[in-house]
């Protein structure tokens, strides 16, 4: 799948990787939740994701452009689990977490805890680049939103009444004493983005409404670096699932981390993580790992996980199911 070419830039011959993008919309999705307008409506916005991505990218754009060009598109859309259509907390409010983490230079931003701020990868990115910090929570980091002109909406945007629902559901299931693990999986579904652009450089991307009842002031693992979001200059992750043991596995590090020391391939090391230590802790979910080789995979644990990528063709490929096959992924 890994292509190098070579293009002359200012009279100089440099080395010029096949774009590649790859994308996740959450690890909670469970057949018996989903009607098949939900299956269309999800692969439809995927697909469109990926477009928004990969068109950045043949554009000859940075991977961080194509990222949060994809995840944009992934926040608007109220299928999934960030931006418009993000789940509630215990108090019946959508508190939003993003980051951004470019391989190439090792900057990254993030935010946590907003309630208005229309898509939180913009507001990530622009932590990352026009701070001088790396994380910004709640009130503060909304301040500096409008400082910086991204675009703030009434917090009713983002509530859809599929989410207010679960949540409802999650209330009633917590005053039975149902534990979480027997409740079903769609307690999360955030989305993610990877890119490898022309140049060989990789930039991760993730952003969450976080777990359905989550209390107040819980931060997932989402826009936290090196526990679901990190890229250095040879692997790249966005993670999904119970946060809380992605944090204690830093688990996006922990993968490229071992790729880079132990020389394990991509899948081997995202396979570790997502389908050894997670599980082995109690937790689950799913990650997207895409390493500057272009060799990727999207493992994850539980029955479904909106995934897919986009390479040299320009044609979008989306998956959802365990058993749905997806050309490409190391799986
Ligand atoms: N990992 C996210 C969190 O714990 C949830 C998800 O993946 O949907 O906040």
Same mark, same amino acid.
């Given at each position: 799948?890994?292509?190098?070419?070579?293009?002359?830039?200012?009279?100089?011959?440099?080395?010029?990787?096949?774009?590649?993008?790859?994308?996740?919309?959450?690890?909670?999705?469970?057949?018996?939740?989903?009607?098949?307008?939900?299956?269309?409506? !999800?692969?439809?916005?995927?697909?469109?994701?990926?477009?928004?991505?990969?068109?950045?990218?043949?554009?000859?754009?940075? !991977?961080?452009?194509?990222?949060?060009?994809?995840?944009?598109?992934?926040?608007?859309?109220?299928?999934?689990?960030? #931006?418009? #259509?993000?789940?509630?907390?215990?108090?019946?409010?959508?508190?939003?977490? !993003?980051?951004?983490?470019?391989?190439?230079?090792?900057? !990254?931003?993030?935010?946590?805890?907003?309630?208005?701020?229309?898509?939180?990868?913009?507001?990530?990115?622009?932590?990352?680049?026009?701070?001088?910090?790396?994380?910004?929570?709640?009130?503060?980091?909304?301040?500096?939103?409008?400082?910086?002109?991204?675009?703030?909406?009434?917090?009713?945007?983002?509530?859809?009444?599929?989410?207010?629902?679960?949540?409802?559901?999650?209330?009633?299931?917590?005053?039975? #004493?149902?534990?979480?693990?027997?409740?079903?999986?769609?307690?999360?579904?955030?989305?993610?983005?990877?890119?490898?652009?022309?140049?060989?450089?990789?930039?991760?991307?993730?952003?969450?409404?976080?777990?359905?009842?989550?209390?107040?002031?819980?931060?997932?693992?989402?826009?936290?670096?090196?526990?679901?979001?990190?890229?250095?200059?040879?692997?790249?992750?966005?993670?999904?699932?119970?946060?809380?043991?992605?944090?204690?596995?830093?688990?996006?590090?922990?993968?490229?981390?071992?790729?880079?020391?132990?020389?394990?391939?991509?899948?081997?090391?995202?396979?570790?993580?997502?389908?050894?230590?997670?599980?082995?802790?109690?937790?689950?979910?799913?990650?997207?790992?895409?390493?500057?080789?272009?060799?990727?995979?999207?493992?994850?644990?539980?029955?479904?996980?909106?995934?897919?990528?986009?390479?040299?063709?320009?044609?979008?490929?989306?998956?959802?199911?365990?058993?749905?096959?997806?050309?490409?992924?190391?799986?």
């Amino acid at each position: 799948m890994f292509e190098r070419h070579y293009a002359v830039r200012d009279g100089v011959l440099v080395s010029m990787a096949s774009p590649l993008l790859v994308i996740h919309g959450g690890a909670g999705v469970e057949r018996k939740e989903m009607t098949p307008a939900d299956e269309d409506a !999800a692969r439809t916005a995927l697909a469109a994701a990926l477009r928004a991505g990969h068109a950045q990218l043949v554009a000859g754009k940075p !991977a961080a452009d194509a990222v949060t060009a994809a995840i944009t598109v992934l926040e608007d859309a109220p299928q999934f689990n960030a #931006g418009r #259509g993000a789940v509630f907390n215990h108090d019946g409010r959508n508190e939003l977490d !993003a980051a951004l983490m470019d391989g190439a230079s090792g900057k !990254a931003g993030a935010v946590a805890g907003v309630h208005r701020v229309k898509n939180p990868i913009l507001l990530a990115r622009t932590v990352m680049e026009k701070s001088r910090h790396v994380m910004m929570v709640g009130a503060g980091a909304e301040a500096f939103a409008k400082e910086q002109g991204v675009t703030l909406v009434d917090p009713k945007y983002f509530r859809t009444d599929k989410r207010w629902q679960q949540l409802q559901k999650a209330l009633r299931d917590e005053a039975a #004493g149902v534990a979480l693990l027997d409740v079903g999986r769609n307690y999360f579904g955030t989305v993610g983005a990877l890119a490898l652009d022309v140049q060989g450089r990789l930039a991760a991307g993730t952003s969450t409404g976080g777990m359905t009842n989550k209390r107040y002031g819980r931060i997932g693992d989402s826009p936290i670096i090196g526990a679901g979001t990190w890229a250095d200059d040879r692997c790249a992750v966005s993670g999904t699932g119970w946060g809380e043991f992605y944090i204690r596995d830093a688990a996006a590090h922990e993968i490229c981390a071992r790729v880079r020391l132990s020389g394990e391939s991509i899948a081997r090391a995202a396979r570790g993580v997502i389908n050894g230590d997670i599980p082995k802790a109690g937790g689950d979910g799913g990650a997207i790992a895409l390493a500057s080789d272009g060799s990727f995979a999207l493992p994850f644990n539980t029955e479904g996980m909106y995934r897919g990528w986009i390479g040299a063709d320009g044609e979008p490929h989306v998956a959802i199911y365990a058993q749905d096959t997806l050309r490409g992924d190391q799986h």
